[in-house]
């Protein structure tokens, strides 16, 4: 059962984000007036995605080293950058590093870069309960980020604010959150020159749920749904946790 859920872990994070097409490299060519919002919209909910795998804190010199994906394989109505880029996926792996500070605080950093895409972000988590790694302790804890991501026809800022709780599991974790992203476009390049130069925002909802298995000591893996209004977002995540 172990083997099955690491192998299917694998699979979502390098399969969903590794074997579909690129759709950022045609952006100036087919990005629209119409089509900017449900860009951003779906930008915004890949990375908001993967922002925690539980509700509880690293503990202060606690470490973790991961890699994670997050995919919109349905994406937003009118976002025609997706639709005319040969994939019906929009997706970003990256690197996330996490280090445990005092007072129940944990920070975090996130790079992706390939194709002409380069995002960074980061950001802090903040335990609400006290640190409890006994079986079936309650968790919960708040989490804000902020990315930027850099493309040679966009850019875009992006800032989210989370709630999470889980329950500790004996080799699980299962978890529940709620939180809010604001995404903001910038169009650097565009073959319509009209929007050349043009900004949009977005706000948006977004729900998760999600899994984590610890069937190692210090390996994790685990999946998530992220349900916002009108699309929904798959991460998975693999990684050590000292």
Known sequence: MKRLIFTAAILLTFGATGFCGDPYTHFAQNITADGMKPFAKDLGAILGSGLYTSGRSLGFSGFDLGVRGAAVFSPSRGNVVVEKSGTDTAWMPWVQGEIGMPFRLDGFVRAYSNNGLTMAGGGLRWGITELNTKPYAFQS????????????????VHVSANLVSSLNGVWYVPYIGVGVDRTKLTVTEADAQEIDGSVVSTTQPRGVLGITFRPWQFMYFGVAGNFLSGQTAFSSDMGVRF
């Open 141 to 156: 804890m708040i989490v804000v980020a902020g990315h930027a991501a850099s493309h040679q026809s966009f850019s875009a």
